[in-house]
């Protein structure tokens, strides 16, 4: 088994709002070129992501939910329509081929997590992934469609594993959250600053998963201005509670970098040393 690989491509900039919009892909290509620059992608393979197909994606999102997707990328879905779905929003405005760009982003993660479940890696990093408020009818918050949602489900129905979704990102993972709310075989870990005040407004500690899913919902919510050595106690301390309990075979993080305390768009007081130990601990849990 090789140690690691990371999936990527030029392509994925299709996935791409607007001229304005902050959601701009070319933190990927920056992200990449500046790992290339300091030798860090060196002998580390880079894969390509492929499509999701409607089957997959049809494993998390409706099936109208899909086909208002496809229309609206051919620009033939009616405003109010649009509206219906969470589309053509100021957050999530229309883009050209937005089903295209869209299930990219899910193929990258299902390829991502079934190089490790297959054996093939023992960790992979998809750059481009991390839609977490995809909802099963609805875009929200710049996500069309959930990625790892749509992985997990993936992976569930082929290996019938256990997976731990755990979410750094300074917005709560709701999309993720709800999809499998009812379910014991993922479980689902997010810190988040306090929903008071920030987009989307859940992730509160009560949302504790219901029937079989009970108490397979954890929610870390922060509050504003909270610095690295708060965030990462209550993050490893969580992470490896969280690991012990439910023993998962997989582990799959989204690390969105809006913590950082000079995010525009929320208030935690994360530094580089916060994204520098993140993947460390999450590397020390999978190992333990
Ligand atoms: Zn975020």
């Known amino acids: 088994m090789k140690d690691f690989a990371y999936l990527y491509s030029p392509e994925e900039a299709t996935y791409r709002f607007s001229e304005t919009h902050p959601f701009n892909p070319i933190r990927l290509e920056l992200t990449v070129s500046l790992l290339e620059s300091m030798h860090q992608l060196d002998d580390i393979p880079c894969i390509a992501p492929r499509h999701a197909t409607d089957e997959e994606l049809a494993l998390v999102h409706d099936q109208d939910y899909i086909a208002a997707v496809k229309a609206a990328g051919t620009g033939v879905l009616s405003p109010l329509k649009a509206q219906m ?20 982003l899910v193929g ?27 909802f099963r009818g609805r875009a929200s918050g710049f996500c069309v469609y959930n990625d790892t949602a749509v992985a997990m489900a993936a992976m569930i129905e082929k290996y019938h594993c256990k997976i731990l979704y755990v979410d750094t990102d300074a917005h709560h993972g709701d999309g993720v959250q709800w999809a499998f709310y009812n379910r014991n075989d993922v479980m ?36 504003a201005f909270t610095e690295d050595d708060s965030f ?14 439910f023993q998962p075979d997989l582990i799959i993080t989204q690390n969105g970098a809006d913590a950082h305390v000079l995010d525009p768009l929320t208030h935690l007081s994360l530094t580089m040393k916060s994204y520098e130990k993140i993947p460390q601990i999450a590397v020390a849990a999978a190992e333990k």
Not at 209 to 215: A, K, L, P, Q, R
Not at 232 to 245: K, P, V
Request: charged share 20%; aromatic share 12%; glycine share 16%.
């Open 85 to 104: 779905y969470g589309l053509g929003t100021e957050d999530t405005p229309l883009f050209q081929d937005m089903h295209s760009g869209a299930s990219l």
């Open 232 to 245: 990462l106690l209550a993050y490893e301390t969580a992470l490896f509670e969280a690991c012990e309990l």
């Open 188 to 223: 689902t870990l997010s810190l988040h600053e306090t929903g008071r005040y920030l987009f989307p407004g859940t992730g509160m500690v009560t949302e504790r998963g219901s029937e079989e899913g009970y108490g397979f919902s954890w929610n870390v919510p922060l509050d």
């Open 108 to 134: 990258g993660t299902i390829e991502a997590c079934d190089l490790v479940l297959s054996g093939k890696y023992k960790r992979t990093f998809h750059i481009g992934g991390g839609l977490h408020h995809g």
